[in-house]
């Protein structure tokens, strides 16, 4: 069941696009991911999806009302902001309670019911010890759970949460994303995670939404949106290093460097496509050989192998190699559009 419909939903500050045009169903209970470069748009959507935002055009509606006109507080949406903005000179218990205290007169709480509906959140998050801290007597982590806390504490139906993890340091980060994926199941909410990090997308998304430019390029599992990328922005976004791209004389095609390997490595030949490949730099990465190379005719940029060390080839830098890629792992992107186009023989095709 779709929770949240948001149709041609649309953002405009003067000559700016920063949404433009967005149809997004969002199910109830999925932890969606919005993957994005730098200002295409991810934190205006949000903050149109929370109410903080008037859209210049479009609709959202949540639960099956048009909350397009609403305050946010009538939305049943909390949103976790990318620096936390947690109260500085408040403590733990009081920054938690601040929106049930905030809550207009209709809904007040009593101080008991306040206690323990922050005691109960702080619990979950398991920062129950720590109510009477500062927030500077926090470590970046701790923060991190307070702010999701404060969201969480009115129980509403949407958690957006914008960047949330970019604070930490990569140990810290790998934890609490493994903690917020654990907390969303058996809370069972319905999140809505913005991240510019792919792997933390690939890894939290039940769903991936990947924006460029004020617009949706492709949505789906983090599978789909690996294997079977809609367009060459989607492909090269995703994965590193990025998906190779060849322009030949009416197409572009892509393979990924770890499906560009040594020609005696392929049980079937006749399924793959061979490549002269000239080796001109070799990078040993522990678990995996990054080689730097030219194709033969396509000599104009870099083309990369991702080779697994467990491997036992030898790649030896200024020497001619034959490489192949299995026609299943091709893609190909129209010229000038970037759109994909499937090929039913891609063997015809190059
Ligand atoms: N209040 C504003 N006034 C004018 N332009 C804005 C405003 N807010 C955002 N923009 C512009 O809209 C575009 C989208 O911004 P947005 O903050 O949504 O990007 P983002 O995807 O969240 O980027 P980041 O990953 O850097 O946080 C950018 O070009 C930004 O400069
Ligand atoms: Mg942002």
Known sequence: MSLVQISGLKKYFDTVHAVDGVDLEIKQGEFLVILGPSGCGKTTLMRMIAGLEKPSAGQISIGGADVTALPPRKRG????????????????????????????????????????????????????????????????????RVAIARAMVTQPAVLLLDEPLS??????????????????????????????????????????VVM???????????????????????????GSPSMNIIASAHHKFGFRPE???PKTLNDNPENARIFH????????????????????????????????????????????????????DLKFFDQRSGARITRRNPAEAL
Do not use: C, W
């Open 212 to 238: 460029s430019e004020g617009k949706i390029q492709q949505v789906g599992t983090p599978q789909q949106i690996y294997d079977d990328p809609a367009n060459e922005f989607v492909a090269t976004f995703l």
């Open 277 to 328: 490949y000239f080796v001109k730099r070799v990078e040993y990465l522990g678990s995996d050989r990054l080689v730097y190379g030219y194709v033969q005719g396509h000599d104009s940029h870099l083309t990369l192998a991702k080779v697994p060390s467990n491997v036992r080839v030898s790649l030896d830098v200024e020497t001619d190699y034959e490489f192949a890629v299995h026609y299943r």
């Open 167 to 208: 604070n930490l340091d990569a140990k810290l980060r790998a934890n609490a994303r493994d903690e917020l994926k654990d907390f969303q199941r058996s809370s069972d909410i319905t999140a809505v995670f913005v991240t510019h990090d792919q792997i933390e997308a690939m890894g939290l998304g039940d769903r991936i």
């Open 259 to 261: 499906h560009f390997l």
């Open 77 to 144: 949406v909390s949103m976790v902001f990318q620096s936390y903005a947690l109260y500085p000179h408040m403590n733990v218990f009081n920054n938690i309670a601040f929106p049930l205290r905030a809550q207009r007169r209709e809904k007040k709480f009593d101080k008991r019911v306040i206690r323990e509906k922050v005691e109960d959140t702080a619990r979950l998050l398991e920062i129950d010890m720590l109510l009477d801290r500062r927030p500077r007597q926090l470590s970046g982590g701790q923060r991190q």
